[in-house]
């Protein structure tokens, strides 16, 4: 009993509480994408609602365990992690949505392989860097990381460029905050830009229309131009209170597509106003400031930088999401955490959390 009682005493109870904040906005607004004349309890409105429950679930299964045993898993970790991620080219299991191939059919609901792999990446690889920070100052060192992350990486970028940029991202916040040398840093950050039209010239043609949507927002022939075009128009005319809720029209009439994963935030904005969108983004302010807390407050470097890694996924994230709805960002199929459609999305981003919770609660407590 007592331990339980450490559990509710040392947790962050407020990082706790902003996740209910985001499951009924996301239950309301995926619930508004179907609202035809009234509200009623839809397919999705039950997936999202389950998706809560399991994750929820999830989350407590999590803080029983001390996040330093997944240290002594690594191996195991490592290769069932790439395993999964192959589960989507078995016949007659993976699936294809939107151009990729990244999702596994799993009966009543499709599951999306990546959303679990990116929280074991940031276990292993904050496992990895907490072992050899020292060699992060070399060239060598950091070709090392890189390796390690590779496998990952590639195999994603094959079917999801927007997790593969994600995780690109969490490796490149994690390297800095284990430690390298800031010039070593801008001379990677150079060769990489001079890259870039390397890279392109390896992406599916899917991955190459949203790019050339972007560079080319005019035209609305090309993928992705059509819904941010219909996004815009939509956050815009919501105004500055919104034309109320269920009563947005290019949600109504079907002008946004994607409405309730992908383009959730115009929904919002359209609906509830530049005061509604405001709300979201203080709400998800405040969820990354707390989680900043915990990663300064970490026990050892290993703590520190799993939070890093999942603070880092969860701000790319929501910064990608709201700038695409904006016409800002490319078109990257990158959801809302917690407040998009997607039922592996919320039971990945509350295991996340329970990770991040758990590292919190052990720098609370020598002897747990």
Known sequence: MDYFRNLLKNIDKLLLFLPLCFAVISIVMVGSTSYEGQFIITKDITVQFAAYCLGTIALCIVLLFDYKTFESMEKIIYAASILFLLTV???????????????????????????????????LFANY???????????????????????????????DLGTAVVMCFMTVVMIFTAGIDYKLFAKLGGVFMISMPILYRFMASHQKERIDAF??????????????????????????????????????????????????????????????????????????????????????????????????????????????????????????PFISYGGSSVVANMVALGIVLNVGIRSKIINF
Request: net charge neutral; hydrophobic share 50%.
């Open 129 to 159: 860097l907490s072992r050899k920070r020292g060699t992060l100052d070399t060239l060598k060192g950091i070709g090392m990381a890189g390796l390690y992350a590779a496998p990952f990486i590639v195999i994603i970028l094959k079917e």
């Open 215 to 336: 560079l080319h927002p005019e035209n609305l022939n090309l993928a992705g131009n059509y819904q941010v075009y219909n996004s815009k128009i939509a956050i815009g005319s919501g105004g500055i209170f919104g034309k109320g809720l269920f009563a947005g029209t290019q949600k109504e009439l079907k002008f946004l597509p994607v409405q309730k994963s992908d383009f959730i935030f115009s929904v919002i904005a359209e609906e509830l106003g530049m005061i509604g969108g405001a709300v979201v983004i203080l709400l998800y302010v405040a969820f990354l400031y707390r989680m900043l807390k915990i990663a300064d407050n970490a026990k050892d470097m290993y703590g520190s930088l799993i939070v890093i890694g999942i603070l880092s996924m969860f701000c790319f994230q929501i910064f990608e999401n709201i700038a695409m709805a904006m016409g800002i960002m490319p078109v990257t199929g990158i959801t809302l």
């Open 89 to 123: 080219y078995i016949p007659g299991l993976g699936v294809e949505h939107y151009g990729s191939r990244a999702w596994v059919d799993l009966g009543p609901i499709d599951m999306q392989p990546s959303e679990l792999v990116k929280i074991s990446f940031v276990l």
